[in-house]
């Protein structure tokens, strides 16, 4: 292969790379991009909060690279560079897609525009990274999936994160989510914590999902579950309450009234968290 052929080749896959980022961004962000609330929350939601989601969202972007960036890296340099090219291509998409939708245009102020883009731009970017593990050809461009690769313990958390940030954050500024807060009693809530550990053990061991975590038949049913059950719980927490503050739904709150919207939300997560297994 000659020089020129090369650098065609290469500049083909980069562009097939930039489209599938693309796709992947619109993909996984267009729930959110039809969404009034966040619509709303681009305009009124504090600046440093916002500031504070995509600061976080950084080093998310930067380590889920090493796992299913565009390509595979061998230095953090180059997962920096793909998280900020992830967020360059989101920025992109949300800002044709919101023009089309009409909820920004020529006329809107840019703190407005600003904000409204911003915000839509971590899930958008999470998908234009998880563009190559869910769009891409795999074995056919002659390459390890990284999906197919053994995940180490902090790997299979952080996984779980990505799952549960992304399902909580389609969730987590809609007003029904406040309201089933609102219409549900002690009793409900603790059986939806039970409900959503359960269906987290069962969508990653019990139930044989394919990219499911396998069990030697040696093993306690319980090894399994405190190893990575209850710490995926406590990750879809966490994540939820994050999410919550990030969208000012906390403010004015009282203690229960926030744990009762936390394990609403922690409901979605949890099932984000278990699923990012079998999906990323």
């Not at 958390?157 to 406040?178: C, D, I, K, Q, R």
């Not at 503050?245 to 004015?252: C, K, M, N, P, T």
Request: with cysteine.
């Amino acid at each position: 292969m000659t020089r020129t052929d090369r650098e065609a080749s290469g500049t083909q896959r980069a562009m097939r790379d930039l489209g599938r980022a693309a796709g992947g961004a619109l993909v996984f962000s267009l729930p959110m991009l039809m969404t009034m609330e966040l619509w709303w929350l681009g305009f009124y939601l504090d600046r440093l909060r916002m500031l504070v989601l995509v600061l976080s969202a950084l080093p998310l972007l930067v380590v889920l690279s090493r796992h299913v960036g565009f390509e595979q890296t061998r230095h953090w340099r180059d997962d920096v560079v793909d998280a900020l090219i992830a967020l360059g291509i989101s920025g992109v998409v949300c800002i044709v897609t919101l023009t089309l939708f009409g909820t920004i245009s020529v006329q809107t102020p840019l703190d407005e525009t600003m904000g409204k883009v911003v915000i839509q731009m971590v899930p958008a970017s999470i998908g234009a990274l998880l563009a190559k593990s869910q769009f891409g050809a795999g074995s056919d461009e002659g390459e390890d999936d990284p999906a197919d690769q053994d995940e180490s313990y902090g790997g299979e958390l952080f996984l779980m994160a990505v799952g549960a940030l992304f399902l909580g954050f389609n969730v987590a500024p809609t007003e029904e989510m406040m309201l089933i807060s609102y219409q549900m009693t002690e009793w409900h809530a603790l059986c939806l914590v039970v409900l959503s550990v359960g269906l987290m053990h069962g969508f990653v061991f019990a139930l044989g999902f394919a990219g499911g975590s396998e069990v030697s038949p040696d093993a306690p049913w319980w090894s399994p579950f405190l190893r990575l059950t209850l710490p995926g719980y406590v990750i879809a927490i966490s994540v939820s309450l994050y999410l919550l503050w990030v969208f000012a739904r906390l403010d004015g709150l009282h203690i229960d009234s926030i744990v009762m919207a936390t394990v609403v939300l922690a409901f979605p997560s949890a099932i984000g968290a278990a699923a990012a297994r079998l999906i990323l």
